[in-house]
């Protein structure tokens, strides 16, 4: 779809949180490669969250035009929500500082708002083709498997389009570091909002391919979504297992094993990730797929048990051992 075709609104708003990451430079280049025919219509707006003394200077590198939001919000969600607080746009479009939107992706999210949508959840290919990246990229694709063009999903602001009247009844949950992009989209439904899938609006996405943090960012997802299932019951997930996994979950996170299960549980994941990133290679790559997908459920399992022990929400540098952004 060429981008030079008019807009069915007045004016966009790109929001791309950041913290100490130099390639939010390339990200908002291609934003603007993706959205040029567009002129004045488009707004960009970089979240610098919390990001260390210093990053200034990559940010003086961006072109010009476009703005920043200095935030120390407690969340990168909450910084959103700041954002959004000043975005100009009648629609707003998320995504991340690893990620880099393809021609037609303004242009793809706006033509299924322009026939009813409130938001839209994009699809996010790799822009690396090495085995982590293919690995995970194969798990990330699974989700999508199957689901046709306009069907209802859980949303992610890796890239997601969002009508600014939603933001008048719901907004992103600041209290948590993740999955509060899926608890948003979720809300919004049971508002009446409408959701919808759009895979030609694509952004290609820069993995962290160490397998190990993978696993422990699943765990975390797994918490979140026992948390949201539990805080939000009445709200209408797409994916019917989730709800069996949170009922066992709540009913044995209760049970004096899961002292120990929870971590043993996570740590056998974790393990399992290790030890697939160093001798998996041998086999073949359907095999290794079959693998992570086994360890990722496992993990997930995990956090679910983990928010029934009432602990803290989970980190993935914690679990994973690893100094990441989280």
Known sequence: MADARPLPFGRVSV???????????RTVQGVLAATAGFGGTIEVIVVDH?????????LARLPAGVRVLRSDAATVYSARNEAVAIATG???FFTDADCEPVPGWIAEGLE??????????GF?????????????????????RGLHPAASTECDTRNLAVRRSVFERVQFNGAWRRTSDTEFGLVAEREGARVEYCPAMRVQHSHNSDL????????????GAQRIMREQ???RWHGAHLRAVAAASHTFGRWPFNAWGAPFIAWTALSGASLLERAGRVLPFR??????TALDKGGALAGHLMYERSGEEPRPSALAGRQILD
């Open 15 to 25: 929001v791309i949180p950041v913290r100490d990451d130099p390639a939010v430079v």
């Open 50 to 58: 919390c990001s260390r003394p210093g990053f200034e200077t990559v």
């Open 90 to 92: 009648h629609v707003i």
């Open 112 to 121: 299924h708002i322009a026939r009813g949508a409130d938001i839209v959840q």
């Open 124 to 144: 996010s290919g790799s822009s690396a083709n090495g085995r982590g990246d293919a690995l995970i990229q194969w798990r990330y694709e699974a989700h999508f």
């Open 212 to 223: 190990r943090i993978f696993i422990a960012k699943q765990i975390c997802h797994g918490w």
């Open 233 to 235: 019951p009445d709200v």
């Open 287 to 292: 095999v290794q797929a079959a693998l992570l």
